[in-house]
C-alpha cells in the first residue's frame, strides 16, 4: 500500500500548484510571450512533475538577473556546460516550495550574495533545448529580476568558469538573444529598493 501524502505538506504539489497559479496569473508582455505562458499551463497541465528535472519531455526552470543596486549592471555566469554567459538560474529541487524561492535560491548559489531582492513576479519566460535527458528535453524557464544590495561582492560557484558584472548596455559574447531580451525588460522595471 502506498502511503498516503498529505497534498499541503507536499513539496511537489506545492511547488506544481505554484507554478500554475504564477503563470495563470502573469500578465505577458506581448504577444509572443503569452503563447509561451499559455504552452507551459498546458504543460503543466498534462505533467504532474513538470516542475522536476525528471519531466523527460521538458520541465520548469527559475533563473534570476541579477542586477546591481544602481540598475546599469548585471551578474553573469559563464555556465561551465554552454560556455556562453547566462543569468543565474536553474532547476528546481525538492525544497522549493514556489518558483519565486527556486529562482532566490538558485541565483543565492550561483552568486553567493546574500540580501537579493527578487522581483515579485516573473520578468519574461523562455524555452530552450536542453540534453538533460537522452534524446534532447526542454527548459521551461521563467525569469525574474533581483536587486543586489549596495555592498554586495560576488563569489564563483561550481556551476561557473567564471562569473562578472557587466553594463547592462555591453553585454560580453558569446551569449544568446533571450539573455539580451531579459536584461532589455528589466531596464524598464523599476527598482525594488
Known sequence: MTPHTDPHTDPQTDLHADAVRVLASWQAPDAGQDALRRDFLRHLEEHADGTWRECVPGHITASTLVVDATG?????????????????????????????????????EESGISGLELSPGPVQLDRHAVRCHPGGSWHLDVQYVAYAPDDARHVISDESDDLRWFPADGLPTPTDDALRRLVDRSRGLDSLA
Open 72 to 108: 546599469t549592471r548585471v551578474l553573469l555566469t559563464l555556465h561551465s556546460k554552454i560556455k556562453a554567459w547566462l543569468q543565474l538560474g536553474g532547476h528546481c529541487e525538492p525544497g522549493d516550495r514556489s518558483l519565486a524561492s527556486a529562482a532566490l535560491r538558485e541565483a543565492t
